[in-house]
């Protein structure tokens, strides 16, 4: 104990701030005398967690959390110093050991990311401002791919709680939980783990993604980093490996369903927006149908969308407004594609249904009838023809079930009976646009569109390598995660990134500023018809912006969603008088350009 108090004098590490003090305590058990510490601290809440003396991270027991407001801010499961060494070796053994040429890349990229995280710890705004300068490079890293390895790997890099954590453990305590964030929070991003992007079930480690996402929203949105807050819902996990793994810091039990998983959301939203009644909440890689019940239980109550159907649906819509341009048509001819979507989930979906909803407001079809009948839906089990039951369909997939084909018919046979002049890829499946995929669809259409979004990038249904090979260098391209352009017989093509982080920050930049009620569907609408019309294909021959003009693009998104929900009447700010918009929603954008002058008060 001398040795602890010593070293605290000598290192001075115990400053006055800290408070702390150490007691000690003797405690006879089994005749064998032995110290018990006892630190006393005036901090709560993250200030403990801040602070090297006191913090003891996952190890914290159930009765501190409560007395020092520690719920939700700490991953659920409580782990013991030995795992927590075990953690520590592991990681040093596996640096060591586990790099080959094959994977030396993701390993550079991954400490990359903690080195990034670290920084983002010590210093928020020259995290931010390093982000901000380099975010072409550095976005791929806090983001995807880098971010599905953080995620899978969060049991072992974990170190610093990020965010909080909801759990089933602490139904009942929700509401009172939230005052344990003692900061104002205008935008939350939730995931309950249950589909970390391609990559599955991943539970409490999936929180990497919110953070990953509301580092866009600062940095490319402009949002103020104070006012933001990720959050995981863990409400347990099926991924057995996980659960059985002594590290996971997350609940280790099967997830809740049904009544109680639906009730676990609606009391997280409930203590949500009564202690922050204007926030922001994106729901983040749910799997469905909780995705999509959720979404529609409230999109219209609260001020809330589910990012996967509806932001992918915006990028998607603009990357196709696009590619209608570079095929030298005007945006009305989006009636006349014919569209294969491989992939029949969340994001499939809301893709499809972001399209439908274009292709109404185009007047380019007159019922939404006529609308789905200019798309192929295909799943893990084929097309989804005539005999499918309705019981293995959702609502939402229901009027995409085409009645003149036969259910369950190849993706090669789907692409040479349509001859489609789109192909999506929002499967999470790596490889399934296969070279006879790729050749057969170019055999019919001049310039085939295929857009290949699942992420991370081992999920891409197909590489532009691959894709600008079989189609002989015709095909207009995307992926959801980057790749490099591709040289092929010294022409250089372009990899085309479609994901949604080119819409969700404008989004929330718009209704933070202007305090929209709700986030109807038209703010997507106009979010793609933004972004594609900042595209010059002739002069680019790039189907989207360019990344780093990211904050432009953004604004120009908020300001669309700030003029739209004033038309709609669902504006609660407004700018001063003789203030335009563009000028109010700049004068909301943080910028980490300079530093702020520190006062004490
Ligand atoms: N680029 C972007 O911005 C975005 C990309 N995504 C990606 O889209 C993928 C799917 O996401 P969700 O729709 O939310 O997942 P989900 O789990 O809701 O849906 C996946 C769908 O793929 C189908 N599928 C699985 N294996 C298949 C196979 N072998 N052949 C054909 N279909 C197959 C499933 O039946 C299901 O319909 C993920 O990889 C995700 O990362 C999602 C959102 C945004
Ligand atoms: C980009 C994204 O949201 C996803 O892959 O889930
Ligand atoms: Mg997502």
């Given at each position: 104990m001398l040795r602890v108090s010593r070293f605290i004098r000598k290192s001075g590490?115990?400053?006055?701030?800290?408070?702390a003090k150490l007691i000690y305590g003797f405690k006879d058990k089994e005749s064998k005398r032995y110290q018990l510490e006892v630190l006393t601290t005036t901090k709560r809440g993250r200030d403990v967690l801040k602070d090297p003396i006191l913090n003891k991270g996952t190890a914290f027991s159930l009765s501190e959390r409560e007395r020092l407001r520690l719920r939700g801010l700490l991953p659920p499961r409580v782990l013991t110093m030995e795992a927590q060494l075990l953690r520590n070796f592991q990681y040093l053994d596996a640096d060591r050991t586990n790099i080959s040429e094959g994977n030396k890349q993701e390993w550079i990229d991954l400490q990359l990311y903690k080195d990034l995280g670290a920084l983002a710890d010590r210093n928020e705004t020259l995290f931010y401002r390093v982000l901000m300068d380099e975010f072409k490079r550095l976005a791929p890293i806090i983001y995807t791919p880098t971010v599905g390895q953080a995620c899978l790997k969060n049991h072992t890099i974990y170190r610093q709680a990020r965010g909080m954590y909801f759990s089933a453990m602490d139904r009942g305590h929700f509401s009172s939980m939230t005052?344990?964030?003692n900061s104002d929070v205008k935008v939350i991003v939730v995931t309950?783990?249950?589909?970390?992007l391609g990559l599955g079930d991943l539970g409490s480690n999936g929180m990497p993604i919110p953070v990953g996402k509301l580092a866009l929203y600062v940095a490319?949105?402009?949002?103020?980093?104070?006012n933001v807050l990720p959050v995981v819902?863990?409400?347990?996990?099926?991924?057995v490996e996980l659960r059985n793994?002594?590290?996971?810091?997350?609940?280790?039990?099967p997830r809740l369903e049904g009544k109680e998983y639906y009730t676990l959301v609606d009391e997280f939203l409930h203590a949500v927006y009564s202690r922050w009644p204007r926030c922001l909440v994106q729901f983040e890689d749910f799997k469905n149908p909780h995705a999509q019940e959720i979404l529609n239980k409230y999109r219209h109550k609260l001020c809330c969308f589910n990012d996967d159907i509806q932001s992918t649906g915006a990028i998607a819509l603009a990357g196709i407004y696009s590619s209608l341009r570079a095929r030298?048509?005007?945006?009305?001819?989006?009636?006349n594609e014919r569209i294969v979507c491989v992939g029949a989930g969340s994001a499939g979906i809301g893709v499809c249904d972001t399209i439908v909803e274009a292709m109404l407001k185009l007047k380019v079809v007159d019922t939404k009838e006529e609308a789905y009948k200019k798309f192929y839906m295909v799943d893990n089990r084929g097309l989804i023809g005539?005999?499918?039951?309705?019981?293995?369909?959702t609502a939402l997939q229901i009027p995409y079930q085409r009645q003149d084909l036969k259910d369950g018919m190849a993706l090669l046979d789907v692409v040479e009976h349509v001859k489609p002049t789109v192909l999506l890829g929002l499967?999470?499946?790596?490889?399934?646009?296969?070279k006879e995929v790729i050749q057969e669809m170019s055999r019919h259409v001049e310039r085939p569109v295929v857009f290949?979004?699942?992420?991370?990038t081992k999920n891409t249904e197909c590489t532009p390598q691959d894709v600008f090979t079989y189609s002989n260098g015709k095909a207009l391209y995307a992926s959801g995660s980057p790749f490099e352009d591709v040289e092929i017989d010294g022409v250089t093509y372009h990899s085309n990134q479609c994901n949604n982080y080119y819409i969700f920050p404008g989004i929330g930049l718009g209704v933070t500023t202007c305090l929209s009620s709700t986030i109807p569907d038209e703010f997507f609408q106009e979010a793609a018809l933004v972004v594609a019309n900042q595209v010059d294909y002739e002069e680019?021959?790039?189907?989207?912006?360019?990344?780093?003009?990211i904050r432009e693009i953004s604004l120009a998104i908020a300001i669309r969603v700030c003029e739209i929900a004033s038309e709609m009447g669902i504006a609660n700010r407004y700018p001063p008088k003789g203030m335009a918009w563009k000028e109010f929603i700049q004068s909301k954008m943080w910028d980490p350009s300079d530093y702020q002058t520190t006062v004490p008060v």
């Open positions: 590490f115990a400053s006055k701030a800290t408070e005052y344990n964030w309950d783990g249950s589909r970390i490319a949105g402009g949002i103020n980093p104070n819902l863990d409400v347990g996990t099926n991924n793994n002594p590290l996971y810091v997350g609940l280790p039990m030298g048509n005007d945006y009305w001819e989006l009636g005539k005999e499918r039951a309705h019981p293995n369909l499967s999470g499946c790596g490889g399934i646009f296969h290949a979004l699942s992420n991370p680019t021959g790039k189907l989207f912006p360019e990344v780093n003009s």
